[in-house]
């Protein structure tokens, strides 16, 4: 059976500004703010949390399932699935949209202005969790909010565990519709900031989340990430990478990872080691999707970085 995948489908559009932002922003006249950015480089790349998520849980073996909705210039994603393998019935296309964009611009501070434009991912209300038993395991990231929501809703109706993964989308959701989402999911995984955050709307520490939880998890960068089962907190280290060239869609990588432990009944601590690698091979390579590794390579780090082995 698959791993639905519940998320966004986008383009990332990358841009290398050779100066810093600092020096052509004037503090005292941003209230009249007019200026432009010479990028003479640019790429675009394949990403958004359902692609990214997907890409990654393919690399480990698993049987991923994303559940999107995509524009009318979808068609090279959607080859680019086609070519990976990665099953796409549950892609929609919403006529008259784009897919899901976000334009980033970077300095030579590593300083980003980015605008992000949702496209067809406000639609993704339109799709629905399958019934039919294909799917074990599920996860709602960031995603339109009523999708989101509706989602949360099915996974629990149909009584299928999922991860809640909210990300940048957490700041759409008040307290009580937190609570709402936590009380239905099995699984919350977040980053440090979003930790602070949802405790902050919440008014409840992490601990005490834990709790209601089979497991939350905290990811903290190079400072690794925490797994708390029932309130007490399992530390995963970092694996050292060979270059830091790219974090962008570390965190999707984390989560594939998890999907796959979890899926596979791996104990917790194997689980978060097996996704700190994920996050790290993905770090060595620019780009959310840019890395390849099999799941022989896969296993032969994991035994260089922890001396055993995930899986026989």
């Not at 698959?2 to 941003?30: E, N, W, Y």
């Not at 799917?135 to 149909?158: C, K, N, S, T, Y």
């Not at 005490?208 to 399992?234: F, M, N």
Request: proline content about 5%; aromatic content about 8%.
């Amino acid at each position: 059976m698959s791993t639905l995948i519940c998320g966004s489908i986008a383009f990332d559009s990358i841009m290398v500004f050779k100066g810093r932002f600092k020096d052509h922003i004037l503090p005292d006249q941003v209230h009249i703010l007019n200026v432009a950015f010479l990028v003479p480089e640019m790429r675009r790349e394949f990403g958004g949390c359902a692609g990214n998520i997907a890409y990654n849980l393919k690399l480990l073996g698993g049987a991923p399932l994303p559940m999107a909705t995509v524009g009318d210039d979808a068609p090279p994603y959607l080859a680019r699935l086609d070519a990976l393998g990665i099953e796409r019935r549950h892609l929609r296309h919403v006529p008259g949209t784009f897919t899901a964009q976000a334009f980033i611009t970077t300095d030579l501070d590593d300083n980003q202005i980015t605008a992000f434009h949702p496209g067809a991912m406000s639609h993704s209300h339109l799709n629905s969790v399958p019934g039919d038993g294909s799917v074990r395991l599920g996860i709602v990231a960031p995603d339109g909010r009523d999708g989101m929501l509706q989602h949360a809703q099915q996974f629990a109706e149909l009584g299928i565990p999922f991860i809640f993964d909210p990300g940048q989308g957490l700041p759409m959701f008040n307290a009580e519709e937190l609570e709402w989402f936590i009380a239905r999911a099995h699984y919350m995984a977040l980053n440090d900031y979003e930790a602070r955050l949802m405790s902050e709307k919440t008014g409840a520490d992490i601990e005490s989340l834990s709790k209601k939880l089979k497991a939350l998890v905290v990811t903290r960068g190079a400072q690794g990430s925490l797994i708390y089962i029932d309130g007490k907190a399992h530390e995963i280290p970092v694996v050292r990478p060979s270059a830091v060239v790219d974090p962008t869609g570390c965190g999707d990588a984390y989560r594939a990872g998890l999907l796959y432990g979890i899926d596979r009944d791996l104990d917790w601590e194997t689980t978060g080691r097996l996704a700190a690698l994920l996050g790290t091979l993905k770090i060595e390579r620019a780009g959310a999707q840019n890395h390849q590794a099999d799941r022989a390579v896969i296993g032969q780090r994991f035994l260089e970085a922890f001396g055993y082995r995930p899986w026989n």
